[in-house]
């Protein structure tokens, strides 16, 4: 079992001609509201691919938390541990112009994510084989949840997202950390391949569609991308972590992890919206296979 602690967010998803200048109005070309938050993302993409997971988070007590909660449990999520609170539901402003995008986060009720609320799922993290977490949710509620971790021996997989909330303390207690390469350099510092050597099996440093590298303890490795065409970028990255979390429980090596958790990223990035495009296992072996239809 995987259980994901994280933000569970509406998006707010804009689609535009051209990014607007300081003080200027334009029309966009399409609105919707889609379900996300990279803590729900990664829940998502690792039970699609066929894990039991469990998400561990907080909606606000209105319309947006009641149907992301709804949107979980048709995706297998089981969700008894994501409590309503009086904040409104965390939300994501997302902006895309040519197959790209700027994203403003508003946490709302991820916020209200605290120690106690793990404390009170202890029972169930203490029987995960992995533990999934990034960084939308308050910094003592991630050091709380590592730390009991650490003390039922279940693995980490921290995405470092966003940088600023990170504490560079936790890399004794976390297993796996998987920054982009801004994140990185934001964290560590631009020398990546020194970082990485530090690191040995821990640090993935994923490259978008360059694919990812990490240094195996005696050699720097690089494992491709998939070049595809891309419709939204939004949310591959949490499909690279929930991928790669459901591979390494799987058993796969951290080099045949990281190969299928690109290749399922490649498929999020052809459909629009951030779960939309979470391939199901089937997906993800017919690409490796060159039998897709």
Known sequence: MITVIGSINMDLVVQMGVFPKQGETIFGKDFQTIPGGKGANQAIAAARLGSEVTMIGCVGADSFGDALRTVLQQEHVQTETITSVSAPTGIANILIYNNDNRI??????????????????????????????????????????????????????????????????????????????????????????????????????????????????EYPIHVPGYLTKAVDTTGAGDTFNGALAYALVEGQSLDQAVYFANIAASLSVEKFGAQGGMPNLGAVYARMAGVEE
Do not use: R
């Open 104 to 217: 403003i986060v508003v946490p709302g009720a991820n916020y209200e994510l605290m120690p106690a609320h793990i404390e009170a799922a202890k029972e169930i993290i203490q029987k995960s084989q992995m533990v999934i977490m990034q960084l939308e949710i308050p910094t003592e509620t991630t050091a709380y949840a590592i730390k009991i971790c650490k003390e039922a021996n279940v693995p980490v997989l921290l995405n470092p997202a966003p940088a600023a909330n990170f504490d560079v303390q936790w890399m004794e207690d976390i297993t796996y950390i998987t920054p982009n390469e801004t994140e990185c350099a934001e964290i560590f510092g631009d020398d990546v391949e020194q970082i990485l050597e530090k690191y040995p099996n821990k640090m993935i440093v994923t490259l978008g569609s360059n694919g990812a590298h990490y240094f195996d303890g």
